[in-house]
Structures are given as structure tokens and as C-alpha cells.
Nanobody, 116 residues
Framework: QVQFVESGGGLVQPGGSLSLSCAASRPSFISRYTGEWYRQAPGKQRELVASISTRGSTDYAGSTEGRFAISRDNAKNAIYLQMNRLKPEDTAMYYC?????????WGQGTQVTVSS
């Protein structure tokens, strides 16, 4: 069973930055899968934040484009989310998702809180 460990969340002031990572427990696992980051704020539906294909093509939600950057390092078996110019409305639990070929894996989530 493959597990995904997320890290990098925390408390940050508005305008600050955080970097999230999501690493697979099985070596050489993620290279064939699409990687995504989702977030879910209290009382709201889970929403897609950013996506990266196996070839490295990226896509972003309108609210995060220009501030967030998704990347992947297949050699390290991980995907990342660099978040800049954070706003209070970015506060949420952030989840990574790795999927493809009928497989669908989710990380356990990491909390991001943007507050002064």
C-alpha cells in the first residue's frame, strides 16, 4: 500500500509564503501519474488548486494563478506547492492527490492558516 506524506503547512501572516510537499512512500512511484493539490476550508467544498501532468504541464485555479506554483520531482518521488503572497482566504486544509490509470491516492492533509 502506497502512502503519501504531506508537510510544510503552518501559520503565516498575510503576504507571506509557504511551501508544501507530498512524498510517496514507494520509490519511483509518481512519475506515471498526474499530481494535484486541493484545499478545503471549513464549511466549503474541496476545490482544485493546481495540477501538474506527467510531462510537467501545469494548470491553476483562477484565485491562485500567479501566486502559487506546482512542481514535481520524479527522482524524489514528490510533488510540491509553493504559495506566495498568501491571503486569509487561502486558509484551508491542503491535500495532495496522485491519480491515473484507475489509481487514485490522497495525502492526509496539511493545515495552512493565513492570519495576522
Amino acid at each position: 500500500q502506497v502512502q503519501f506524506v504531506e508537510s510544510g503547512g503552518g501559520l503565516v501572516q498575510p503576504g507571506g509564503s509557504l511551501s508544501l510537499s507530498c512524498a510517496a512512500s514507494r520509490p519511483s512511484f509518481i512519475s506515471r501519474y498526474t499530481g494535484e493539490w486541493y484545499r478545503q476550508a471549513p464549511g466549503k467544498q474541496r476545490e482544485l488548486v493546481a495540477s501538474i501532468s506527467t510531462r510537467g504541464s501545469t494548470d491553476y485555479a483562477g484565485s491562485t494563478e500567479g501566486r502559487f506554483a506546482i512542481s514535481r520531482d520524479n527522482a524524489k518521488n514528490a510533488i510540491y506547492l509553493q504559495m506566495n503572497r498568501l491571503k486569509p482566504e487561502d486558509t484551508a486544509m491542503y491535500y495532495c492527490r496522485i491519480w491515473g490509470y484507475g489509481d487514485d491516492y490522497w495525502g492526509q492533509g496539511t493545515q495552512v492558516t493565513v492570519s495576522s
